[in-house]
């Protein structure tokens, strides 16, 4: 009897200083006097949070928008090779048949001017 009686003390004893440590830092007046540090840090949170979603979000711009100029870089360089290619002399010659053109025969001649007095 005398062992649960001191046992029963014991665990009130360790009740009232776990009670006693916990009112001390978590009772109402210390919170409500610190509630401005607490959003404060929530703010910190939130902003911490948004700039991680925006970082994200212009790796994402960044890299779909390299990947275009590439495939616009290839589109730019197939384009010019088809344009050189095409403006080529012999090139140019089989388009302008169809139409009835043809490279003339003799070479161009030379209008000179009459100089004034």
Same mark, same amino acid.
């Given at each position: 009897?005398?062992?649960?009686?001191?046992?029963?003390?014991? =665990?009130?004893?360790?009740?009232?200083?776990?009670?006693?440590?916990? +009112?001390?830092?978590?009772?109402? +007046?210390?919170? +409500?006097?610190?509630?401005? #540090?607490?959003? #404060?840090?929530?703010?910190?949170?939130?902003?911490?949070?948004?700039?991680?979603?925006?970082? *994200?979000?212009?790796? &994402? *711009?960044?890299?779909? +928008?390299?990947?275009?100029?590439?495939?616009?870089?290839?589109?730019?360089? =197939?384009?010019?090779?088809?344009?050189? #290619?095409?403006? &080529?002399?012999?090139?140019?010659?089989?388009?302008?048949?169809?139409?009835?053109?043809?490279?003339?025969?003799?070479?161009?001649? &030379?209008?000179?001017?009459?100089?004034?007095?």
């Amino acid at each position: 009897m005398a062992e649960q009686k001191q046992n029963i003390e014991n =665990t009130k004893a360790k009740n009232s200083k776990l009670a006693g440590l916990g +009112t001390s830092l978590l009772n109402y +007046t210390w919170i +409500t006097k610190n509630i401005g #540090f607490f959003l #404060f840090i929530a703010l910190l949170a939130v902003i911490y949070i948004a700039n991680g979603h925006k970082a *994200d979000n212009i790796i &994402r *711009d960044i890299n779909a +928008t390299s990947k275009n100029v590439k495939e616009l870089q290839y589109e730019y360089k =197939t384009l010019k090779s088809e344009v050189i #290619f095409k403006s &080529r002399e012999e090139q140019v010659v089989k388009a302008a048949q169809p139409l009835g053109l043809q490279l003339p025969e003799q070479p161009p001649v &030379r209008i000179e001017m009459a100089t004034r007095k």
